[in-house]
């Protein structure tokens, strides 16, 4: 296989017995060479963003976020909108790992200043980013088993959608406040 010394030199035995170690810096490092960018993340966006583990799903986010900034046009006109759809599927797994997805996705499109610039992420999308939360809520997916993990996702999605500088309303604004402020109380206190 193409780079294969190159990539067996670099994730080795040891450096693949790190989990963060592999999701964060490994795949990055794979994913430099141009064959294999697509590959990973679509194996981040349709498999590890779906596994049963919350700490995989948080970590494949955190990966998909870096390979995205290697390949942005696909990011956003591939798995962007996958995303997005998946965030409101009936599997609260589906849903979580979605939605941590699109946050991380945008935090890294910020980073890379593709967020002001119209060419990556057009105003449709910006919209689509920027309702999420309130969608989210709207549709009530906070609720049953699993909206104590949906919660701490919709929080990481403002957080990144702040970080990303994503242009809000002032409208948009205070239903992020909202949001906010509803996920603090937590259901188990008086």
């Keep these: 296989f193409k780079h294969g010394i190159a990539i067996l030199t670099t994730a080795d035995y040891y450096s693949l017995g790190n989990r963060s170690d592999s999701f964060l810096n490994l795949s990055l490092d ?7 960018q697509t590959p990973i993340i679509h194996q981040l966006s349709d498999v590890k963003l779906l596994h049963w583990d919350i700490d995989i799903r948080v970590l494949a986010s955190q990966s998909l976020s870096r390979v995205s900034k290697l390949n942005p046009c696909y990011s ?5 909108p996958k995303l997005l759809d998946q965030c409101f599927h009936d599997d609260i797994v589906v849903r979580h790992g979605s939605l941590l997805g699109v ?4 935090l890294a499109f910020g980073e890379a200043n593709l967020v002001q610039q119209s060419g990556v992420l057009n105003e449709e999308k910006k919209s689509l980013i920027a309702e999420l939360v309130p969608a989210i809520e709207k549709a009530r997916l906070y609720r ?25 309303t002032v409208k948009q604004q205070v239903r992020h406040l909202d949001s906010i402020d509803a996920c603090l ?6």
């Excluded at 946050?103 to 945008?106: G, L, R, S, T, Y």
């Excluded at 959608?161 to 809000?168: D, E, F, R, Y």
């Design 103 to 106: 946050a991380e996705i945008v």
């Design 76 to 80: 956003t006109t591939t798995i962007l």
């Design 144 to 168: 049953g088993r699993g909206g104590e993990i949906m919660r701490s996702a919709a929080c990481r999605m403002i957080e990144c959608i702040s970080l990303a500088h994503v242009p809000l």
């Design 30 to 36: 794979v994913a430099k060479f141009e064959e294999y």
């Design 185 to 190: 109380v937590h259901p188990n206190e008086n």
